[in-house]
């Protein structure tokens, strides 16, 4: 199967996947949450927490332990609002960055251990404004504005770079609302998005000059949000599904011009001028049981598939060595995964 079918086959799954949990949502919802809320006031949250381990051990423990700090301080806020019958808008700001440390032998006196400088764990930005309009027809058409980054990039050994890359995602398509009520959401909506991507990278080998660039794509997205109280009300779960079909890119050309460059260097290579055309998945779940009102366990699990990254600078002037590595550097053929466990101090704010 070609990489287009395998891509047209997974969404197929996806959408399969779907109808039942539509089919299911229908039969659950209330009555009095069929069709557009009246007006009313904005509903604000906003939701600060923080995730800390410690552990130290003394120069002669036995067994080579090595002790760490770890800390991740995360807002999570909201603010919807159903303006009047026919609209209903929507905003969250999700911000996350945490930091770990570890304990390491002392190069200058073995006998005793020492802190290393602490490496990121943790970092996210993430803006998204939904505006629904609720018509009281089968689906509602919305309109959607995204934006990803992180406060530190630190991918490059060469150094860091702040605030990069930011990508801008603007959507357009239809929403439907399968469940609502007062603990429980579930929303699928499918629409024709446009992603821009601006990055910059080093572009020599000290990282002490940096260059500019953007990329711009377009193509289908899907995207189901759910959250549902489990465990009678002990566990919140909040999910998110995100599948990107790109259906244009605008550094195809130059990834075609690039495996010609590639090839000349090693014929065996696989060519990548395709990669961009797979679907990028995003699959996020968080499982909170509040133990008291402001201890909580979280466990967070994320899968990413995204086979090629758009904040990839594909300069076909740089030399040959050079680009392939920036280039490779921005392929991924398997999926990536992050679990953490953390007992967290959270306080809500509104």
Known sequence: MSRA????????????????????????????????QPPGPWQPTVTLGLNLSQSSFSSNWAGGDKGSFVWVFTTNAKADRQISRALNTSNQLQLAYGQTSQQETDPADPSRRRWRS????????LFENVERFTLRTFVDPYVSLRLDSQFVDQSDARGKLHFNPVKLTETAGVARVLLKTQDSELITRLGFGFRQTFARTFVDSTGDKTGSFSTNDGGFEYQMTSTQPMLGKRVLYQGKLLVFWPVFFSKSSALKDFDQIALGVDPARERVADFWKTPDVNFQNTFTAQITKVLSVNLYVQWIYDKFDAATMIDTAQPAAQLIAEVDGGVRKAGQFKQTLALSLTYKLL
């Open 118 to 125: 602490p490496d990121k764990t943790t970092d996210l930005i």
């Open 5 to 36: 079918g395998i891509g047209q086959f997974g969404l197929a799954v996806l959408a399969c996947a779907a109808m039942p949990c539509m089919a299911w949502a229908q039969d659950q919802v209330p009555a009095e949450s069929k069709g557009p």
